[in-house]
């Protein structure tokens, strides 16, 4: 996978900052492809190799892109044995159903491949497949992967604040 990013020169010129490997790759198949902290400015000062370090999940304030890989259920190392997400990813899982999840962020994301049931409370499901778009809204979801092969998704992520339903 390539990543490219344009910033601008001393001039106020476009450029191509950055072409190739994405800086960070948290498993196979899933790359953290930028992120950001705090308000946003352009031209942005953040080196094009290094986008701002932030967790997992973006928090509020923060923004991530990233290509995640979900891998069908019995090729995942939790389905296997006793696998154990770090404390700051795990928080936001469901502790009796380890693929369900909830995260403070608005995510717009697009299916690349694959293919999964995209299940909400109460088990409200909705097939999804390549070219779909979800806009997830802080919701507790669980994405179950229909098939043999991985389901594959481009995702931004803006942190946000959880407010109360009244």
Do not use: N
Request: charged letters at 30%; one cysteine or more; proline letters at 11%.
């Amino acid at each position: 996978m390539k990543l490219v990013v344009t910033g601008h020169d001393s001039e106020g010129r476009s450029v191509f900052h950055h072409a190739g490997e994405p800086p960070r790759s948290p498993s196979p198949g899933s790359y953290d492809l930028w992120s950001t902290k705090g308000p946003t400015t352009v031209p942005d000062p953040t080196p094009a190799d290094a986008p701002a370090p932030i967790g997992y999940f973006a928090e509020e304030g923060e923004t991530s892109f990233k290509i995640v890989t979900v891998p069908p259920a019995r090729d995942r190392p939790e389905a296997r044995s006793g696998y154990d997400l770090p404390p700051e990813i795990a928080r936001h899982f469901d502790p009796d159903d380890p693929e369900m999840h909830t995260t403070d962020t608005i995510d717009y994301v697009v299916i690349l491949s694959g293919s999964a049931e995209l299940e909400l409370d109460e088990g409200r499901k909705e097939r999804v497949g390549p070219g779909d778009c979800v806009v997830q809204r802080g919701t507790k979801h669980a994405w179950r992967v229909v098939g043999d092969a991985p389901l594959v998704l481009a995702a931004t992520m803006i942190g946000a604040r959880r407010e109360d339903l009244e």
